[in-house]
């Protein structure tokens, strides 16, 4: 079946403008989550949805990230007033019910500060 | 907090040899313990994990990797690594809660 899914791949934006980052999740998995890869780092954990809301949120930077899973589907990552900063590599996971541990990635959007 | 560490940043060896990755993490209670592979141009895949039972866990593709609690550690084994095997393999940690938490990563090359 399809993957997890993420628009755009690629994002250039300039420093001071907003930003909106899409993830379409495997179908029927209730747990979404966001992770942001800097250059020559793991993963770090952004934020997880269980269902329509955030259960955890606590690896968003500051205030002008934010994100949304309206339908408990599709999640938006939004980042407001972007810096050079926040030039990364966003991935998107989803795990299926009753399997909570197991995530699922996307390929992720390069997101370009300039 | 949690954290997780791999030992070697790169790591070059040739085909048909043996590779072992280091991963050490820091929390002392009930872990699920994962090592994620990402190949050249695509994304992150699930190489094996472990949650309970026997702590000589089989993956996809000959890997293994052995759950040692004493030693907070759960390092990657391939007896004979092929060039196929050139990618960036992630060791992952999700204990407290669902998040996981990766190490910083180690880029191995093989060269055929």
């Known amino acids: 079946g399809a993957g997890v899914s993420q628009t755009p791949s690629n994002k250039v934006t300039e420093k001071g403008k907003y930003v909106e980052l899409r993830c379409d999740p495997i179908?029927?998995?209730?747990?979404l989550y966001w992770y942001r890869q800097s250059l020559g780092q793991g993963p770090e954990f952004l934020i997880y949805?269980?269902?329509?809301?955030?259960?955890?949120d606590s690896g968003l930077p500051n205030d002008r990230f934010f994100a949304v899973r309206p339908e408990g589907s599709v999640s938006t990552l939004k980042i407001q007033r972007t810096e050079r900063g926040d030039s990364a590599v966003y991935l998107c996971?989803?795990?299926?019910?009753?399997?909570?541990?197991?995530?699922?990635f996307g390929p992720g959007t390069r997101l370009t500060v300039l | 907090a949690q954290s997780v560490s791999q030992h070697n940043h790169h790591v070059i060896l040739s085909e048909a040899a043996s590779l072992e990755l280091g991963c050490n993490y820091s929390?002392?209670?009930?872990?699920?313990l994962f090592w994620y592979v990402q190949y050249p141009g695509q994304h992150l895949q699930l190489l094996l994990k472990?949650?309970?039972?026997?702590?000589l866990v089989k993956g996809i593709k000959g890997f293994e990797a052995e759950f040692i609690k004493s030693k907070f550690s759960f390092n990657l084994r391939k007896p004979s690594v092929q060039w196929s095997d050139t990618a960036e393999y992630f060791c992952a940690v999700n204990s407290p809660g669902n998040k996981l938490t990766f190490g910083g990563g180690t880029r191995v090359l093989v060269k055929p």
């Open positions: 179908s029927g998995h209730t747990a």
């Open positions: 996971a989803s795990s299926p019910a009753g399997s909570y541990n197991e995530q699922f």
């Open positions: 929390y002392g209670g009930t872990v699920n």
């Open positions: 949805f269980q269902g329509t809301g955030a259960a955890d």
């Open positions: 472990y949650f309970s039972g026997d702590p």
